[in-house]
């Protein structure tokens, strides 16, 4: 397989660098038989004319919401899910966020992470093992979701109507194996008063902005934007924000209520100004404040948190909604994603990891468990794995997103070797 992967390579990126060029940021505006807007559906009609292109006949998808590309026999079937729809691509680019250009080895654009250039190593990787002719146990589905970055509802309307497959892996985090993921809240509270403050700042929920800036007062601030998963990794301009609002020459109740935010959301990463840090072996709690809305209405407050396996919703919101009441604030919208598990003797993890020690040579590595929420929590039996190395900075969510095309090589060799084994006699 490896050399139908490497004669094909060249298409690859071809491929990969149309589908970027394509702004499919998640849930545009809906039109009639796209949910998701004109955008995302351009997205997936070009991932289907791709598969379609590679010699895929069963190619179809459900509602627009996400794609299906389909190879093999059997009753059995392994899935692999990626998707097609990106965050905003937000400011502080070197090269055109959509302009799928490539610099030094690397191709730069919105996606190419995070996780358009995995949907395509997916596609050739499925394409490989069809042209090596193996003969297969297991059939193999390609899912291209279109709505992962804002709630998954594609996938879960593929799982209403398809069910569950027998087994499943995402390439939307790291490597070598994420077998578990910590639980996802997201909450919005909102001040109603007659705040003199204006101000707009986020891109989305699980983004850490890189930029923020009020226009009364004018106030602007630059950071260095991040996945809201890691915020230790990032510079919430959104933070200094808040401290340089709650230091501004503001009316009483302004300088109360911007004073009163800062202690709970600056300079801590771990919800410990809510009085919410925690710990357990599934790692420890994350807390990020994404987003910020001041105008004629009041105050409203958005932020992103990544919670430990053993700590319920009721005591992360216990606490969260008795420090925020007292400063005036009512909870607005808060959303939950209870976290995901697999062992890691099951015949996917084991095979998964194995693969990774042979193609890596790093036989020591061991399953990993991480704060970011993938695909893989929406079916039972399934993990989520690269693409990011261990030894690369993770670039979703933030300008300069890029690929290596080393990587991308890798990531199609990868996924065809795990797709043989698990799916081939």
């Known amino acids: 397989m490896r050399d139908i992967i490497e004669k094909s390579f060249e298409n690859q990126v071809k491929d990969l660098q149309e589908l970027i060029r394509i702004p499919s940021v998640s849930r545009g505006e809906p039109k009639e038989g796209m949910p998701y807007g004109e955008n995302v559906y351009n997205a997936l009609r070009k991932a289907q004319e791709i598969a379609k292109k590679l010699g895929f006949e069963n190619v179809w998808d459900v509602e627009a919401r996400c794609g299906v590309v389909e190879y093999g026999e059997g009753d059995e079937l392994v899935a692999v899910m990626a998707h097609l729809d990106v965050v905003p691509e937000g400011t502080g680019w070197t090269y055109p966020p959509y302009g799928a250009e490539i610099h030094d080895g690397a191709m730069y654009g919105r996606g190419t992470a995070d996780d358009k250039g995995a949907a395509v190593s997916a596609l050739y990787a499925l394409y490989a093992l069809k042209e090596s002719g193996a003969k297969m146990k297991r059939r193999v589905r390609i899912l291209l979701g279109c709505d992962e970055e804002r709630g998954s509802t594609g996938m879960e309307r593929y799982r209403e109507v398809e069910g569950e497959p027998t087994m499943a892996f995402t390439p939307d985090a790291s490597y070598p194996v994420v077998n578990s993921e910590m639980n996802i809240s997201h909450m919005v509270f909102k001040k109603a008063y007659p705040t ?122 216990g606490p969260i909604d008795e420090r925020m009441g007292a400063l005036g604030f009512v909870v607005q919208d808060r959303s939950n994603s209870l976290g995901h598990y697999i062992a890691p003797d099951t015949e996917l993890v084991s095979t998964l990891m194995d693969v990774y020690g042979e193609l890596s040579g790093d036989r020591d590595a061991k399953p990993l468990s991480i704060g970011g929420g993938t695909y893989a929590r929406k079916f039972k039996n399934a993990v989520a794995i690269g693409v990011t190395r261990p030894d690369r900075p993770d670039l979703c969510h933030i300008a300069n997103e890029n690929i290596l095309l080393s990587e991308m090589l890798f990531n199609t060799r990868y996924m065809a070797e795990c797709l043989r084994r698990l799916a081939a006699e």
Request: aromatic share 6%; charged share 20%; glycine share 10%.
């Open 196 to 317: 003199a403050v204006r101000a707009k700042v986020g891109t989305a929920m699980n983004v850490i902005p890189g930029e923020a800036a009020s226009e009364v007062p004018a106030l602007a601030y630059k950071g260095k934007e991040g996945h809201a998963s890691m915020p230790d990794h990032a510079d919430n301009a959104l933070m200094k924000l808040l401290r340089g609002l709650s230091e501004a020459d503001l009316p009483a109740e302004d300088k109360k209520t911007f004073a009163g935010l800062v202690p709970l959301f600056c300079g801590v990463n771990h919800g410990e100004g809510l009085g919410v840090d925690f710990t357990d072996a599934s790692g420890r709690l994350t807390l990020a404040v994404t987003r910020l809305i001041a105008d004629e209405t009041g105050v409203t407050v958005g932020f992103d948190c990544r919670y430990p396996a053993s700590m319920t919703f009721e005591q992360l919101t």
